[in-house]
């Protein structure tokens, strides 16, 4: 089965840092999406990539960039983190096919204090 | 734009009875469906999807879910939950062409009750 893999399960940053979270998957998926899940909010789309060097915002790009260098490899980067941050992350690759599904990685809770 | 309403924040049932949680959606075209269920500390896992055919569409674990056109409704159901079954459930909606802009609902936390 499609393995997704999140760098870290936990991270805990101070205002201002640079944070890179880092996304693996390991089945050739051209598409790759990072996703923040908050309380009461569900779900929503930060960014999306769709090949190599190839990016597109989401729904709630602000304050976030991506690096997508090699096809199984996706980072999302908060240059400046904010407390507003503070969230849980997670990773999602899809195979580009019709009537596919996502596949996600376990989150990475990230605290910015 | 497309949206889905899960109107219910929370739901507790006692283990052994049976479970509805209730998804409604809106898209301009034919829905591409989905539940998918989320354990503590875990990532999200699919338990069934639907796009046509049958509107009952069976999945892992022993749920099911029930679409209905007219209500604009993807409910999920199971006849007899197990404790193991808590823990929060999301549903969502897409194109069929791109299952990666999903848009989830807010979701739905299950409590089971011995």
């Known amino acids: 089965d499609v393995k997704v893999t999140q760098s870290s399960r936990y991270l805990v940053k101070r205002t201002g840092e640079k944070v890179f979270l880092e996304c693996v998957q390991d089945?050739?998926?051209?598409?790759m999406f990072w996703y923040r899940q908050d309380p009461g909010l569900g779900l929503r789309l930060i960014y999306f990539?769709?090949?190599?060097?190839?990016?597109e915002k989401g729904d709630i790009p602000e304050g976030y960039s991506v690096s997508r260098e090699k096809k199984e490899r996706f980072s999302l980067i908060l240059e400046s983190a904010s407390t507003n941050q503070t969230s849980m992350y997670l990773c999602?690759?899809?195979?580009?096919?019709?009537?596919?599904?996502?596949?996600f990685g376990s989150g990475t809770q990230l605290s910015v204090l | 734009a497309q949206s889905v309403t899960q109107p219910d924040i929370h739901i507790t049932v006692s283990e052994g009875a049976s479970l509805e949680l209730r998804c409604n959606y809106s898209?301009?075209?034919?829905?591409?469906l989905f539940w998918y269920v989320q354990s503590p500390g875990q990532g999200l896992q699919l338990l069934l999807k639907?796009?046509?055919?049958?509107?009952l569409v069976q999945g892992i674990k022993g749920f099911e879910a029930e679409f209905k056109r007219s209500q604009s409704s993807f409910n999920l159901r199971k006849p007899s939950v197990h404790w193991s079954d808590a823990a929060e459930y999301f549903c969502?909606?897409?194109?069929?062409?791109?299952?990666?802009?999903?848009?989830f609902g807010d979701g739905t936390t299950l409590t089971v009750k011995p």
């Open positions: 898209y301009g075209a034919t829905p591409y």
């Open positions: 089945m050739d998926h051209e598409n």
């Open positions: 639907y796009f046509s055919g049958d509107t």
């Open positions: 990539s769709y090949d190599v060097k190839m990016k």
């Open positions: 969502a909606v897409a194109s069929y062409t791109n299952a990666g802009k999903s848009t």
């Open positions: 999602a690759s899809y195979a580009g096919q019709r009537l596919e599904k996502l596949f």
